[in-house]
Each structure stands twice: as structure tokens, then as C-alpha cells.
């Protein structure tokens, strides 16, 4: 079941280095939100900051609140390692194990999760989470062939498969097409919208035109004035940001005029 996730007055450090500034928004659940900005302007920081994978980066710390549906992930008794089960994520470049067959790259993170499944139980999930990221037709016949012999699309749709599988309430996207081809790229954002009928979807994407595509709702990141990152400048349906934003730095970012 997707979920609604509460940012309130969140701010994201790296030792004194502050990489986000006071960001406040509700991401809705069954529904994409796109963040979109300039290079190093901490969009993926924050989005890391969702499922704390930021954390893995020494003197890495936030103030404010996450919620999930009225719980704060970052409350004292939180498991990291439960949070990050269920806010899935996938990276930019795909990552599937290449010493790992299809069908091992599927299953490793409900492994790792400690889960022990029956070979049948173990198919089952294997081909529901294929099917889950348009995939299972194009490798049902080799399953038990390394990961790595699929296609930049294919490797990053498995990439999504794994990340399904344990069967998370939000997928977070850090620019999930940065490395793909046109064809490819159309894979996976018609996936990415049939995902949202299931999942609270998140994605970080350079590309306007995909965010535009794919997004219900789009916040817009800079740079401040002074060159300092971590603004949100405007946070809104994707419609009116693209159409009829009210900020001019919005405005002047999505025409071309700078980013």
C-alpha cells in the first residue's frame, strides 16, 4: 500500500556544509512528483534524505521531520534498515549484481532482508516483481543467465524488479534514465506511470520534457542567490509549474534562460 510522506521544515547537513534549507511539502501517495534543478542544487540529497541512504555518508545529519503517514522516520526508535525496506530506491546507472543471475538479482534484496522463501515461493515472487517492471516476457527463457548480459533498459528495469520485490510502499528515482537510450527511456517512464497505481513514486529526473511526461506534481530546486544549494523555490501540480509557475526563478529555469 502507497503511502503519504510529511516534510516539515527540513534542513540536510554534511558535517557544516548545509545542502538543504528548511524544505516543507506533502509527496501524495499514488501519484509521481518529480524534482527538477540545476546540478548541485540538492535534489538527490534530498530525496536520499526520504529512505536515510543519506546517512551512509559520514557527518551526514538532518534537522526537521519525515513522516510516513503520521510517523517520523527519523524518530529514536526507527529502524534505518527497516525504513530504507520500505522506501525502496533506484539509482541513476543500473546496478545488478553481475556475478547474480536474473533471477538471484530479483531475490538478493528480500535476501538480505533475512527472508527465507520455498523455490516455489521464490518463483513465484521472482516472476510477480518481473512482471511488476515490464520485464518477465524478455527474460522468462534465461532466468538463470547473469544479470549483466541484459541491456542498459532491461538492466535498469531489473534494477526496478529488485527493488519491488520487497515489496516497498514508496520508490524513490535518482535520475533512473540519465544513462539510458530514447527507447529505453520510454520503457521505463511508461513504466513508471503504471507503477503509481501501486506505489507512491518519487523520481529526481535533468530532464524537463520527462518530468513534464511522468510527474503528477513538481518541486523545482536551486541555487540561492548567493550560490548556496538547497532552495525550493516552488512546489506545485506539474501542470501549473510547467504552464503557469508563480516564481520568476521557476519560470526562467524551465525557458531555458539558466540551469
Known amino acids: 500500500m502507497s503511502k503519504r510522506i ?3 521544515n527540513l534542513d540536510i547537513y554534511y558535517g557544516e556544509f548545509h545542502a538543504v534549507r528548511d524544505v516543507s511539502m506533502t509527496i501524495e501517495p499514488k501519484a509521481v512528483t518529480a524534482f527538477i534543478g540545476p546540478s548541485g542544487c540538492g535534489k538527490s540529497t534530498f530525496i536520499r534524505t526520504l529512505n536515510r541512504m543519506h546517512e551512509v555518508i559520514p557527518g551526514a545529519r538532518v534537522d526537521g521531520v519525515v513522516e510516513m503517514d503520521g510517523k517520523n522516520l527519523y524518530g529514536r526508535e526507527v529502524d534505518p534498515v527497516d525504513v530504507r525496506r ?4 533506484v539509482f541513476q546507472r543500473p546496478n545488478p549484481f553481475p556475478t547474480m543471475s536474473i533471477k538471484e538479482n530479483v531475490l538478493a534484496g528480500v535476501r538480505l532482508n533475512s527472508k527465507r522463501l ?3 515461493a521464490a518463483d513465484e515472487l521472482a516472476e510477480r516483481s518481473l512482471r511488476g517492471a515490464n520485464l518477465w516476457n524478455e527474460v522468462k527463457d534465461r532466468l538463470d543467465k547473469p544479470g549483466s ?3 542498459g533498459g532491461q538492466q535498469q528495469r531489473l534494477c526496478i524488479a529488485r527493488a519491488i520485490a520487497i515489496q516497498p510502499e514508496v520508490l524513490l528515482m535518482d535520475e533512473p534514465c540519465s544513462a ?3 527507447i529505453s527511456t520510454l520503457a521505463i517512464e511508461d513504466l513508471i506511470n503504471e507503477l503509481k497505481q501501486d506505489y507512491t513514486v518519487v523520481i529526481v529526473t535533468h530532464n524537463m520534457q520527462q518530468a513534464a511526461r511522468v510527474s ?3 518541486g523545482f530546486f536551486n541555487l540561492e542567490a548567493t550560490g548556496k544549494p538547497g532552495e525550493l523555490v ?3 501540480s506539474t501542470q501549473t509549474i510547467f504552464n503557469n509557475p508563480s516564481k520568476k526563478a521557476t519560470e526562467d529555469y524551465i525557458s531555458g534562460r539558466f540551469g
Do not use: Q
Open 6 to 8: 510529511d516534510v516539515k
Open 86 to 89: 520500505r522506501v525502496g530506491m
Open 118 to 120: 520455498s523455490g516455489k
Open 149 to 151: 548480459g541484459l541491456s
Open 180 to 182: 539510458l537510450d530514447p
Open 216 to 218: 503528477d506534481r513538481t
Open 234 to 236: 516552488e512546489f506545485d
